[in-house]
T-cell receptor, first 114, second 112 residues
Framework: SAVISQKPSRDICQRGTSLTIQCQVD?????MFWYRQQPGQSLTLIAT?????????ESGFVIDKFPISRPNLTFSTLTVSNMSPEDSSIYLC???????????FGEGSRLTVL | AQSVSQHNHHVILSEAASLELGCNYS??????LFWYVQYPGQHLQLLLK??????LVKGIKGFEAEFIKSKFSFNLRKPSVQWSDTAEYFC??????????FGAGTQVVVTP
């Protein structure tokens, strides 16, 4: 299994500001994934963070709004830029294991944008 | 378009009752299927998964799910629920490694 730590666990932000969420994993992983869970909705994949290359974004998500860093095999950050109330969500980091195919999730970072 | 549909958004049942949560998916090729659970205040945890082989898979805490390819379904079942099964349950499809598409989730409340 993988233990994933996210910071911050929650934050309240002002419209127009940016916030960076950190994800730390207790083991080296090739790919890390960032998901969003908007209030009352399911999880949606934002992007895949690859070490050594640019992140791959899903349809509807762009790098300017959600820049991602992946400096090494155990760490990634997701920035939510120029926030609006519609960005109020839980943002989750996840990693997978190729031997079991299971995805592990962090506890999430709950953002509220006023 | 690819999609995952969970039939019920909220389910309320009494302890010892049987639970079945429906999940249908729409994908053209081979997929891996998952059920995740999120207990109140906790992070997502894997209940069970299906990759291939026996279409009836058993997971943790007495849950099982049946993959019916012809119906594009992966329904979750538990014969007798407990109060501690109160949680939100998500069906998910993995069309490519690590990229899950989740259903909308089903909030299950088990009353004592």
């Amino acid at each position: 299994s993988a233990v994933i730590s996210q910071k911050p666990s929650r934050d309240i932000c002002q419209r127009g500001t940016s916030l960076t969420i950190q994800c730390q994993v207790d083991s080296q992983v090739t790919m890390m994934f960032w998901y969003r869970q908007q209030p009352g909705q399911s999880l949606t994949l934002i992007a895949t963070a690859n070490q050594g290359s640019e992140a791959t974004y899903e349809s509807g998500f762009v790098i300017d709004k959600f820049p991602i860093s992946r400096p090494n095999l155990t760490f990634s950050t997701l920035t939510v830029s120029n926030m609006s109330p519609e960005d109020s969500s839980i943002y989750l980091c996840s990693v997978g294991t190729t031997n079991t195919g299971e995805l592990f999730f962090g506890e999430g970072s709950r953002l509220t944008v006023l | 378009a690819q999609s995952v549909s969970q039939h019920n958004h909220h389910v309320i049942l009494s302890e010892a009752a049987s639970l079945e949560l429906g999940c249908n998916y729409s994908y053209g090729g081979t997929v891996n299927l998952f059920w995740y659970v999120q207990y109140p205040g906790q992070h997502l945890q894997l209940l069970l998964k299906y990759f291939s082989g026996d279409p009836l898979v058993k997971g943790i805490k007495g849950f099982e799910a049946e993959f019916i390819k012809s119906k594009f379904s992966f329904n979750l079942r538990k014969p007798s629920v407990q109060w501690s099964d109160t949680a939100e349950y998500f069906c998910a499809v993995e069309a490519s490694w690590g990229k899950l598409q989740f259903g909308a989730g089903t909030q299950v409340v088990v009353t004592p």
